[in-house]
C-alpha cells in the first residue's frame, strides 16, 4: 500500500468491476425494457432494484466495526462479496431473455438483479472505508478521479457492450464475460497486503447501535451551520439526476436509436466523454477549490439538462435530428456529470472521517442516492403524464432551485477563499 500508483490501482479496478453490474441496470435495461414496449412508469419502477445503495447505511458500521485482521479489515469484506457478485452474474447468464414475458423468470431476474445489488452494495461499504484510511488529503481527488474512471469504464462494459454484444451474441455468453471481468478486477486486491487502519486503532469510538449512539453520530452533520449546509446540499444534489433517470435512455429509444446505436455512440461515447471530464475534473482542482469547482460545475450540468430539453422539444414538434447530435448531447451530459461526481466525492470523502471511514462516507453517497432513488421509481409515472419536452423543462427548472444549497454551503465554507 506504501506505493501510491498501486493504491490507485486498487481503487481503480474494485470500482470498475462495482460498475459493470451496475451499468447494465442502469444504462442497459432501460433500454431492453423500453424496446420491449415497458412504459416510464414502469421502468421508473425498476428504480426500486438500486435499493441497496440507498439503506446501505444500516450495515456500513457493522463493515467498520468488524473484519478479520489477518486478512485485512476490509479485505475481508471485499474479496467474499467480489467471489459473491462472479457467482450471481453467472447464475444471471442462465436466465433466458427471450422468457422474461413470463411472470416466474421476471420475478427470478427481479430477484438476482437485487441480490447482486446487495453484495455490490456492501464491497462499495468496504472500498469507500479502505479508500478514505489509505489515501491523504492531497491525494483525496486523484483517488476519486481513479474512482470515477474505473466506474465509468465499468459502464461502458456493463452498458454500452451489453448492449451491442446482444445484437451479436447470445444472452448467456455475455454475461459469462462479465463475470471473468469481475474476476480480473479482483486480482489486484488479492495480492495487496492491507494495513492496521484507524478502524481498528480507535475501537472505543466505534457507534453504539442503540438510539443515544445514532443520535451522538447524526450530530456529526449537524452540530455546526457549515456542516448542516453540507448535509443540506447531499439531499439536493441529486434531485435532477433522479427525476430526470427515466427519461433519457427511453427518449433515445423513441427517437429511432436502435440497440447498437444507443450501446455504441451512446453508452460507450458517454463514457468515454465521461473519463475525459473525471480527469478535467481531477486537474481542475489543482486550479481551483473544491468548493468554487461543485458550483461551476453544477451550473454546467444545468446547461447539459436544458440540452436534453431542446431535444425533447424537437421530437415532440417532429423534427429532424441528426443522430450525432443526439450523441453529442448525451456525451457532455456524461463528461459534465462525471466531473462533478469526482468533486462531490472528493468532498463527501473530506467531510468523512477516519475512525468513522466506511460509515461517514457510506452516509452521505445514501443520503444522494435515497433521494434520487426514490425519485427515480416515480418520476416516469410523470414522464409519462406530461411527455419529455415539459417534464423536462420542469426539471431544469428544479435543478436551479437546487443551486441555492450550494451557494450557501459556499458561504460558510473558508477553504474556497
Partial sequence: MSNLRNVYLILFSLYWAQGLPVGFMTHALPVILRAQGVSLAHIGGFGLLMLPWSIKIFWAPL??????????????????????????????????????????????????LLSMNLIGATQDVATDGLAVNILKNEQQHWGNTFQVIGSRLGFI??????LWALDWFNWQMTFLVLAGLVALNTLPILFTKEPLHTSKLNQNKKIQFDWGGIKAYLAYFTNTPLLFAWLMVLITFKIADGLSGPLLKPLMVDMGLSF????????????????????????????????KALLVFSVLKILSLAAYAWLADQYEAKAHISSWIIYLVNAVEDMVSSMLLVVMLTLVMQYSRKEYA????????????TVSGLLYSFSGFFGDVFGYKSYLCLICIIAVFAIIPIIKWLKLDKSHN
Fill in 63 to 112: 463493515v467498520d466495526k468488524f473484519g478479520y485482521q489477518k486478512l485485512g479489515h476490509y479485505r475481508s469484506w471485499i474479496i467474499p462479496t467480489q467471489l459473491l457478485t462472479i457467482f450471481v452474474l453467472i447464475t444471471l447468464s442462465f436466465i433466458p431473455i427471450e422468457s422474461l414475458n413470463q411472470p416466474a423468470y421476471l420475478f427470478m431476474f427481479f430477484a438476482v
Fill in 157 to 162: 462494459v456493463g452498458g454500452g457492450a451489453i
Fill in 260 to 291: 447498437s446505436q444507443i450501446g455504441i455512440y451512446v453508452t460507450m461515447l458517454g463514457v468515454c466523454a465521461a473519463l475525459l471530464g473525471a480527469g478535467l475534473a481531477g486537474l481542475s482542482l489543482k486550479l481551483i477549490s473544491r468548493a
Fill in 358 to 369: 466506511g460509515t461517514d462516507f457510506t452516509f452521505q453517497v445514501a443520503i444522494m442516492a
